[in-house]
């Protein structure tokens, strides 16, 4: 690799990049170069070239020579906050330029009376194609030494006694390198891990050496998500790492990560993160019964005839879980809320007691009689000589109309809090003597009463509405599965997409199919294919490897590997992943195709698709990675 002499672009101080008061710029994420403390106010072209990006904001110039050079200047630090402010640029995105030529003039003073730096990072994004860059200022020079060719990204920030660790069980040298890196034992509040991250909540954030942290061998990636610091490990890998993690912080063992992290979330996070902690741990038996429809279907299909004592046996081995699902809610919610489970189990059970008629029945069966074009009072009649209206409950001054909610969500949900927080309330004045009967008892007939007169009736009613529109959007042929397609995986990003799971299991409990899986299996895909894409134009072996491991689990219906450790960090192929699960979606929703079960992906999610739709499955699925891997392998530049 050839050494290269640039000019600087402003005058002022020439100073190391390692100086700068930005750990970004300092700590060479951005690439090697120099910077200019107390610069003059003007900005000129260094060499004859492009200005390729020119900021709304005036504060950053992107150039490239006509020799191959790629060079960021940043005026200031934090100026993006200014919108414009203190700038005029006297050049624009795509113009030819010469060297010498003036491209922006700024206001040093006005910076700094906004409380900014105006320290500016002069860096060569495409770094690692030279060998030494010089940068000279009259008689200044500041040179970014190349590393030592043997040497690989890690080599460059590696502490010289982490050598101690190498002898290490890969787990216990991993768990060793990231404590030191997050500042030590004292910084860590708490920690666990989901299935492919180590999620920790730290006191200061400023202590974590995040390139360190990247660059350690069996680490794939790391973000912030939900106020937590996350460390991609991979699937496996992930629970040996928190296990070492701990041991060095035993007091971590006794968990608390949620309730830290609940601390420092917004209000649509913590929506999104209760509602992740409720269905969660229901979600693998609703996958379950999901794959045994998914098998019957197969079957049937292929023409094997059953006996009907048999298939029976198959409905209740698929339908008992979505029969009793408010049961489940119920259970779940008292267990996130501190309640006791059994009462919440019990509670569920009651909103599907066998004597109160289906509230799903008693709304849809008038409604089809009339469509068949009687009356309503004909309708009316033929419903109650059916059995397909509401028990009604006289309170002499008023009567009740009383349904069941059964394969309803949204009462469950909201009763399971009422119950968790009622019982807390009654046990802080109730005698321990008497508190193993009373409490119970009292928490169920008030939550009962509550639940049939007020909370069913009201959140069933909002389910209907808000589930339903979320429905109706589904049902939008192509644009519906554009849309979502298109965004679900920003939503992933901003860790709020476990609201979706109590839209999946409404869907599965009233229309015994799932479009919205058939849709986010190409928003998962689509990134799969995307990060194979840079993992295959990436030259350098070890970071090919890495994105390679990264990118697989994508292909398992994980993404977080493939988005956080590559596809965001170069943002177009993230972009191009996104197209891909946009097109997937919309073909999928032009063939009307539907899981019959939740919670799976891309190839362990053909098994939900056994029933005559396996070919339109590997169809979207084959849409989805094909635009996703195509756009980013023609369209996107490596920069290694």
């Given amino acids: 690799m050839k050494d290269i002499t640039l000019s600087s672009p402003l005058d002022g101080q020439l100073i190391p990049l390692n100086e700068v008061n930005d750990p970004v710029f300092a700590g060479g994420a951005m690439g090697r170069g120099a910077a200019v403390k107390n ?32 060079l960021l200047i940043h005026v200031g630090m934090d100026t993006v906050t200014l919108k414009g402010k203190n700038f005029t640029p006297k050049a624009k995105q795509g113009d030819k330029v010469k060297k010498g030529q003036l491209l922006l003039e700024f206001d040093p003073e006005g910076i700094k009376a906004a409380n ?85 909540i730290v006191n200061d954030k400023s202590k974590i050496q995040e390139k360190k942290i990247e660059n350690i061998d069996g680490v794939k990636g790391q973000f912030f998500a939900a106020q937590q610091y996350q460390i991609i490990c991979g699937t496996g890998f992930v ?8 041991k060095l912080k035993p007091s971590l063992a006794g968990g608390g990560n949620k309730e830290a992290a609940y601390e420092q979330m917004n209000l649509v996070q913590k929506i999104s993160r209760t509602l992740g902690d409720v269905f969660v741990p229901i979600i693998p038996v609703l996958v379950a019964t999901g794959l045994f429809m998914g098998l019957r279907g197969a079957m049937l299909s ?21 029969a009793f699902l408010p049961a489940l809610v119920c259970w779940s919610t008292m267990n996130k809320f501190g309640g006791t489970p059994v009462i919440g189990i019990v509670l569920g059970l009651m909103l599907v007691f066998p004597a109160l008629p289906n509230a799903y029945v008693v709304g849809g069966f008038a409604n089809d009689l009339k469509e068949l074009g009687m009356t309503w009072e004909e309708a009316a009649k033929i419903a109650d000589y059916a059995g397909k209206v509401p028990i009604p409950l006289d309170l002499g001054f008023v009567t009740i109309p009383l349904v069941g909610y059964q394969g309803s969500v949204l009462p469950a949900l909201v009763l399971g809090i009422f119950a968790a927080k009622l019982q807390h309330w009654l046990k802080t004045f109730i005698p321990d003597i008497i508190d193993l009967i009373v409490t119970p008892f009292l928490t169920l007939l008030i939550s009962m009463l509550l639940g049939f007169l007020v909370v069913g009736p009201i959140m069933h009613g909002l389910e ?12 939008i042929p192509i644009i519906g599965g554009l849309v979502i397609g298109g965004l679900q995986q920003v939503i992933v990003i901003f860790g709020v997409h476990h609201v979706f799971s109590a839209l999946e299991i409404y869907l599965l409990s009233t229309i015994n199919a799932d479009p919205f899986n058939a849709i986010i299996t190409c928003a998962t895909i689509g990134q799969g294919g995307a990060a194979l894409a840079v993992a295959l134009k990436t030259q350098n072996p070890k970071k090919r490897a890495l994105y390679v491991s990264s990118a697989v689990p994508a292909f398992l219906g994980i993404t977080e590997p493939a988005i956080f450790g590559i596809n965001l960090r170069f943002m177009k192929p993230f972009v191009y992943g996104c197209c891909g699960g946009a097109a997937g979606g919309a073909v999928s929703s032009f063939l009307g195709l539907a899981g019959t079960g939740m919670g799976i992906t891309v190839l362990p999610g053909m098994l939900l698709y056994m029933n005559g739709q396996l070919p339109q499955y590997l169809l979207v699925n084959a849409i989805g990675f094909a635009i996703g891997f195509g756009l980013t392998y023609t369209m996107y530049k490596v920069e290694e």
Avoid at 129 to 155: H, R, S
Avoid at 168 to 197: F, Q, W
Avoid at 239 to 246: G, L, M, N, P, S
């Fill in 39 to 70: 610069p003059k106010g003007k900005v000129y072209a260094p060499f004859d070239g492009e200005i390729t990006v020119f900021f709304d904001t005036h504060h950053a110039i992107g150039l490239h020579s006509n020799d191959g050079v790629d």
């Fill in 116 to 200: 900014l730096d105006t320290t500016t990072p002069v860096v060569v994004t495409n770094h690692t194609e030279f060998g030494d860059i010089t940068f000279e200022l009259n008689d200044q020079k500041v040179v970014a030494k190349a590393p030592a060719a043997d040497a690989g990204a890690a080599a460059v920030t590696k502490d010289a006694d982490d050598a101690q660790y190498d002898n290490l069980p890969d787990e216990e040298r991993v768990a060793k390198l990231i404590m030191k890196y997050v500042g030590g034992p004292d910084n860590v509040r708490s920690a666990e891990h989901c299935a492919t991250r180590l999620r920790l």
């Fill in 239 to 246: 629970d040996k790492v928190t296990d070492e993690f701990i």
């Fill in 302 to 322: 292929l023409g094997s005839e059953w006996d009907p004592t048999f298939l029976t046996m198959t409905q209740v081995l698929t339908d008992t879980a979505f």
């Fill in 464 to 475: 209907q509405v808000v589930f339903g529109a979320v429905q109706n959007f589904l049902d």
